[in-house]
């Protein structure tokens, strides 16, 4: 994997929402971003932005890049940012607008509203990074020490053989890439089943991110037959599922299906290595946890 240096170290990890009605537009955006290590989360319309902003909002992991295209229907992006501004903690550090509309008077739009730059579609991957970079230059230091910080706080005593099974292959490649950075050597794999073999194949590994909705067998099914092959041989593999859910209840479901914590998507590097921190905590005998988050689980489902 290719180190990251420069202007794309000083946004690796930033949480960035990309709004765009055209489906291509916004996978080469999303594509650009995601290769400077952001983590990027796309809308086809405003008002599925607004939802995803409030969302992150509610658990406290706020966009800070927003990226959306002028010329949508039902809601264009000038509209979108006038709605954003009257919802108190939404409104993301840094907004661009591309637009392939007349320039001149989005330009004047976009300077009402505080929105610079204002960027002319079709864009190259070069200007929109110059472009984020140049918004983000008062801070670019410190947030270049901040990600070297992480970096060496998060190093571990030794590199971690880690099993990452994932079936979507963006995410595949962002946590693989956010691991290694971390110093640890990943195995990718599709699926739950492919996941099992791999193991059952002999194969020794330190910890295993396991994401919950894969194809051929989930990650829950892919932890009860680990959990089974183990109990046959003793040890145990800590399992920290990655999840699109932050709800409540989400962790003791993960603990009763034989998991060891959760990681919610979009997943960034500090989580993944408090998660690795917390597994090196873990337990050789994990049973009596797994029980009491089994009844737990239960007398949660019996009061609702």
């Known amino acids: 994997m290719q180190d990251l240096s420069g202007a794309s170290a ?3 990890g930033y949480r960035a929402l990309v709004v765009d009605d055209n489906q291509t537009n916004c996978w080469i955006v999303e594509q650009t971003l995601n290769n400077c290590g952001m983590q990027v989360t796309c809308a086809a319309s405003g008002q599925e932005a607004l939802r ?12 800070q890049l927003l990226i959306l295209d002028y010329g949508m229907p039902e809601m264009d992006g000038l509209e979108l940012v006038q709605q954003i501004k009257t919802e108190p903690g939404l409104l993301p550090k840094t907004i661009i607008m591309l637009t392939s509309d007349d320039y001149i008077s989005t330009a004047s739009h976009c300077k009402q509203l505080g929105i610079e730059p204002n960027l002319l579609k079709p864009i190259g991957q070069s200007d929109l990074l110059a472009a984020i970079g140049n918004l983000l230059q008062p801070g670019e230091s410190s947030r270049l020490e901040q990600v070297a910080e992480i970096r060496e706080n998060s190093r571990p005593a030794r590199k971690l053989r880690i099993l990452l099974a994932e079936d979507n292959p963006v ?5 693989s890439r956010m691991l290694e950075n971390l110093g640890h050597e990943v195995l990718a794999v599709e699926n739950g089943k492919m996941a099992v073999e791999q193991l059952q194949g002999n194969e020794a590994f ?23 092959w183990e109990s046959s041989r003793g040890g145990h593999i800590p399992i920290i599922a990655l999840t ?3 709800m409540a209840g989400d962790r003791n479901k993960c603990l009763e299906k034989g998991m060891d914590d959760y990681v ?4 960034c590097s500090e989580d993944l290595a408090h998660a690795i921190q917390h ?8 049973t009596e946890e ?7 689980l239960e007398w949660s489902e019996a009061t609702h």
Do not use: C, V
């Open 10 to 12: 000083a946004l690796y």
């Open 264 to 267: 919610a998507k979009p997943i």
């Open 279 to 286: 597994a090196s905590e873990i337990p050789f005998n994990k």
């Open 244 to 246: 699109s859910n932050a």
């Open 290 to 296: 797994h029980a009491l988050a089994k009844s737990t």
């Open 206 to 228: 330190d910890l295993i991110f396991m994401d919950i909705h894969m194809p051929e067998m989930d990650g829950y099914t892919a932890t009860g037959a680990i959990r089974e």
């Open 52 to 63: 995803l902003l409030k969302h992150a909002a509610e658990q406290e992991r706020p966009f």
């Open 171 to 175: 995410n595949q490649k962002l946590a």
